[in-house]
């Protein structure tokens, strides 16, 4: 399958950004309530239900699309928060929900049939027989790929299901399969899955010790840095730690995920969406990166070949990388 023109789909943290975002040039924004039932749950982020009215209410003005990311999983016996978040979304005029849950995708087929429903990557749907089961039994629309994929690997899912996917284009790459990371629950009692939060601040910590900045998450030494040396968020799949002698980043180094420079083969492979990652950065930076994504999108539907535009101020370790999609391992 041959796509067409990329969907550009920009992340809003807030209203502030989601003006930014819109003026920028997004096709889509998407967002969460301000509570647990979206994974980016961080004191300062996302959306009353009266800001979200008011979001659709500019985004629709502009002919944008609002999806609301519903995608992490309910508490056993305490459904309520997470099924008011999709009547809440449908009742403001969501073009569509994100979930990753089983139940909430069955209730939000039986009681909002008209809603849109996407696969949040949180479900880690990365094969045609997982989404084929999504798109029949819950009449998903749309699949947010996990990060652990060539873009052969996408072609051949688009070959094989009716169903519109949606890769990540630009922001941190997370190492895990997504929906089935425990790291930060492991270190902090709270993870992205049930509490909507990786990692989060009020865990972290930052020393001087001997000369060096000392990153802690918990109970856990993240990362030491030498006077100079750019300090990162402390997440425990991006830090450094001595194994045999030698320091050095086990699972991941820092970098940022940028597909600027692979778009026609993502075109080509039949992808429909890109997905910005930022919910958590403020506006200046999504300013600038979908700005930057909607030129080289543009460009790519022209059949040029987009230029890589500069964002290596704003990436992680200041490193860019195209990630799984041009993996040579395995």
């Not at 849109?116 to 699949?143: P, T």
């Not at 060096?212 to 100079?228: A, H, M, P, W, Y």
């Not at 750019?230 to 991006?238: D, I, Q, R």
């Not at 320091?247 to 991941?252: N, V």
């Amino acid at each position: 399958m041959t796509g067409g023109a990329l969907e550009l789909v920009c992340p809003a943290g807030t209203p502030a950004s989601l003006r930014a975002a819109v003026d920028a040039g997004a096709d889509a924004i998407y967002l969460g309530f301000r509570d647990e039932t979206n994974a980016r749950n961080f004191p300062g982020l996302n959306f009353s239900r009266d800001e979200l009215a008011e979001g659709i209410e500019y985004t629709g003005s502009k002919g944008v699309k609002v999806l609301v990311a519903i995608n992490t999983y309910p508490r056993a016996g305490n459904p309520g928060p997470w099924t008011k978040a999709v009547d809440d979304a449908a009742a403001l005029g969501a073009w569509a929900v994100i979930l990753a849950d089983i139940g909430l995708l069955d209730y939000a087929r039986r009681n909002h049939p008209d809603l849109r429903r996407h696969l949040s990557v949180q479900a880690s749907a990365a094969n045609a027989e997982a989404i084929r089961f999504y798109c029949d039994e819950f009449g998903v629309k749309r699949v947010v790929l996990p990060r652990v994929l060539t873009v052969e690997e996408i072609a051949r899912i688009n070959d094989a299901v009716e169903v519109q996917t949606e890769v990540f284009a630009f922001g941190g790459m997370c190492v895990m399969a997504e929906g089935r990371c425990l790291l930060s629950s492991y270190a902090t009692g709270e993870s992205p899955n049930m509490n909507g939060v990786c990692s989060p601040a009020e865990h972290v910590q930052y020393e001087e010790r001997d000369g060096q900045l000392v990153s802690r998450l918990g109970d856990f030494t993240i990362n030491k840095f030498r006077e100079g040396e750019p300090a990162g968020y402390p997440t425990l799949c991006k830090g450094r730690f001595r194994a045999r002698n030698r320091d050095s980043y086990l699972f991941e180094e820092p970098a940022s995920l940028d597909v600027s420079n692979i778009l026609p083969e993502l075109m080509d492979a039949g992808v429909t969406a890109l997905k910005i990652e930022g919910r958590q950065r403020g506006k200046a930076y999504v300013a600038q990166v979908v700005s930057t994504f909607r030129r080289a999108v543009d460009a790519a539907a022209r059949g040029e070949r987009p230029g890589a535009g500069d964002l290596s101020s704003i990436t992680e370790g200041g490193r860019q990388s195209t990630g799984a999609y041009e993996k040579g391992w395995r």
